[in-house]
């Protein structure tokens, strides 16, 4: 079995051990060197920076620039950059670095996973799958085929007796897709066809923001549990895989974007901060405290450069993507700013609980615009391609506006306040969520309710029943449609023959030739019921199969996961053993030194029995450790090999399904 470097690296770090045999701790090592060179400026009484460094919650929190220690990666960390010189501003300011075998140990800290004492668990890094960002910035529509879902999950990871209230909704910019956030999901459904499209499952808890990428290839989901834990996943939008997951909060997170050259991630919430991540390495680049209440909303820029962020108490603020420095503070709105759009790369709009709609100038801080778009106050802002834009507010109302600001159309919700409304990418359409778990869609030129999204669907078994009760009812009104065209040939046959045995210009002539428009608009009529169905019925058909391959592919899925799951658990313990391995050599190799000590006084003797049983017993623990460790991985042998030819078997399977299926598809499509 291949063991990941990363894991590995990882674990054999989380041991990483002193010449006493010990694991470095922030506790036990790394506390007095830094009360002997750094507390002196980073205490709670004086924390140069916002750092301080007196207790393991305080340092791990970090200062004003973000944080300073990443986990298994002393490299990528700022402070062993400045201990070591790597990095200014040098520490300690104006003297010579702190001692060899110090910087070593703090690397062993972090390296080790900024262990804090001996019985906590290493913090290890969270590092990207792939790199994401892009040479440049992605505004424009990307070349081919906007990127659309591919084989994803059909089955929703929850369903409910009743459904619950989305506070999460975005349009891909280039594609049929929305994303609208679920309990612990995120549904994918086709815009044209208001039919699911795939499941994200976000098991930590309940997407607060969603955001696609400026090219529509990713989709960014903000979240978590109130209270509890926030972070910020990323998935690329046709395999459904999670590229990178970034944010460990305390709280939901409330507001995220993603940059158009995909370089950085910001995300914020209840704890008033903004903090930026890269997207390459997963740190924190920046934190930034400048809000006084909890962040509500937050864009990027078109060109990378800005960021644009609001919160509870209407303040608005415009951020340098790279350097984290304030770039304007936008003054105006008297309510909490739901909602942050761009308009070209110096043009930001906002909307917020005040009613207003503002669009700002970000190179000189002024408002070019503001609109009293809704009485009670705005909740959501979207801005299309061409600039017309789409509010939903307190009024109970969706509004599409001009470019200018003029109040093109109204669409009303019947049910509730809404939460959130957005064009579809073609802006031809107007989809809206609110505070009853209703979501709506309007065509956007006549304002006409076009159908509904389910946020709680149906599982797959029962909307493949659904479909396959349609097929039978499409089979039947197709014979009786059939039927009803026969009937409509024979009395128009039948008409024929009267007429042409009638006399001409017979009083029965004149009465037969007053039936034929009667008897032409019948059989048209008949026609016209009949062209459609053979299309209709095949469409169908289609979706039965697109539903049976989806039911397969859950199987597959569920297969996949568990086989992934029994994989991660057989490298963890084999990492185990090895680190239990090397823990053991290093405590033997101590031994053997000890022994070698020679002692006079009964005090040292004693001393040195006691080191001597002390490394005796845990060469025994960790050899122990190592063994059960092996032993658990080899009982995972079996089980994985035959998780695998399940997996394989299956995933054999769902290809000759798909390839069957694959000309009713084409059928329907045509």
Not at 77 to 88: D, G, M
Not at 309 to 321: F, K, L, P
Not at 625 to 645: G, M, R
Request: with cysteine.
């Amino acid at each position: 079995m291949k063991i990941s470097p990363l894991l590995l690296a990882s674990a054999l770090g989380a041991v990483a051990l002193t010449a006493q045999g010990q694991k470095v701790t922030y506790d036990d090592q790394v506390m007095p060197i830094l009360r002997n060179a750094c507390l002196k400026c980073h205490n709670p009484d004086k924390a140069k920076g916002d750092l301080d460094m007196s207790t393991f919650s305080a340092l791990i929190k970090g200062g004003s620039s973000g944080s300073v220690v990443a986990g298994g990666n002393p490299d990528s960390s700022k402070l062993y950059k400045v201990i070591t010189h790597a990095e200014e501003p040098t520490m300690p300011p104006n003297s010579a670095k702190i001692s060899a075998g110090d910087i070593e140990t703090i690397r062993k800290w972090i390296a080790g996973g900024l262990l804090e004492n001996s019985g906590s668990k290493a913090v290890l890094p969270n590092r990207p799958k792939v790199d994401l960002t892009l040479a440049s910035a992605s505004t424009g529509r990307p070349a081919g085929p906007p990127p659309m879902p591919g084989e994803l999950l059909l089955e929703p990871a929850v369903r409910t007796e009743r459904t619950s209230v989305s506070t999460a909704l975005a349009s891909s910019p280039w594609a049929p897709i929305a994303a609208l956030g679920g309990q612990r999901q995120v549904l994918l459904y086709n815009t044209d066809t208001l039919e699911l499209s795939g499941v994200l499952p976000f098991p930590e808890g309940y997407p607060s923001d969603l955001k696609f990428s400026r090219n529509g290839k990713l989709l960014l989901c903000g979240g978590g549990r109130g209270s509890k834990a926030g972070l910020v996943v990323v998935w690329d939008i046709a395999s459904g895989e999670r590229v990178i997951t970034v944010g460990d909060e305390l709280d939901s997170v409330l507001a995220a974007d993603i940059s158009a050259d995909q370089k950085w991630i910001a995300l914020g919430g209840p704890g008033r901060l903004v903090k930026i991540y890269s997207s390459k390495t997963g740190d924190l680049i920046h934190k930034i405290k400048k809000h006084t209440e909890w962040v509500t909303a937050m864009e990027f820029s078109p060109d990378s450069r800005l960021l644009a962020t609001g919160d509870r108490n209407g303040g608005v603020h415009v951020w340098e993507s790279d350097s984290g420095e304030e770039a304007q503070t936008l003054a105006g709105h008297r309510g909490a700013v739901q909602a942050i759009a761009w308009r070209g790369t110096n043009l930001v709009s906002s909307a917020g609980e005040d009613g207003a709609v503002k669009l700002w100038n970000v190179d000189d801080g002024t408002a070019v615009r503001s609109i009293t778009a809704h009485s009670g106050g705005a909740v959501a802002l979207d801005i299309a391609h061409d600039g017309r834009f789409v509010t939903a507010g307190r009024d109970k109302r969706a509004v599409a506006w001009s470019a200018e600001g003029s109040n093109l159309r109204a669409f009303t919700f019947t049910n509730d306040i809404p939460i959130r409304a957005a064009f579809t990418h073609d802006a031809a359409r107007v989809i809206g969520s609110d505070w009853n778990g209703n979501v709506s869609v309007w065509d956007a030129t006549n304002g006409l309710l076009v159908g509904e999204i389910a946020l709680n669907p149906l599982m797959i078994a029962d909307r493949l029943a659904a479909a396959q009760k349609r097929v039978l009812e499409q089979e039947a009104a197709g014979v009786k449609a059939v039927a009803a065209l026969a009937a409509a040939q024979m009395d128009a046959d039948k008409f024929k023959a009267e007429l042409a045995a009638a006399p001409t210009n017979s009083p029965a002539a004149k009465d037969l030739a007053k039936k034929s428009d009667a008897v032409a608009a019948a059989l048209a009529t008949a026609k016209t019921a009949v062209n459609p169905r053979p299309l209709e019925l095949a469409a169908a058909k289609a979706s039965v199969e697109k539903l049976k391959l989806g039911q397969f592919y859950t199987g597959l899925y569920r297969a996949r996961e568990e086989l992934v799951a029994k994989k991660r658990e057989q490298e963890r313990l084999l990492a185990e053993n090895l680190a239990a391995l090397a823990a053991a050599k290093n405590a033997n190799n101590e031994l053997t030194a000890a022994k070698k000590v020679t002692t006079t006084t009964k005090e040292e003797k004693e001393k040195l029995a006691a080191r001597v049983k002390q490394l005796s017993d845990q060469i025994k623990s960790e050899e122990a450790k190592a063994k059960n460790a092996k032993s658990e991985a080899e009982k995972l042998a079996k089980p994985i090999i035959t998780e695998q030819a399940k997996v394989d078997k299956l995933n054999a399977e769902y290809q000759k399904l798909k390839q069957a299926a694959a000309p009713a598809q084409k059928t329907a499509k045509l």
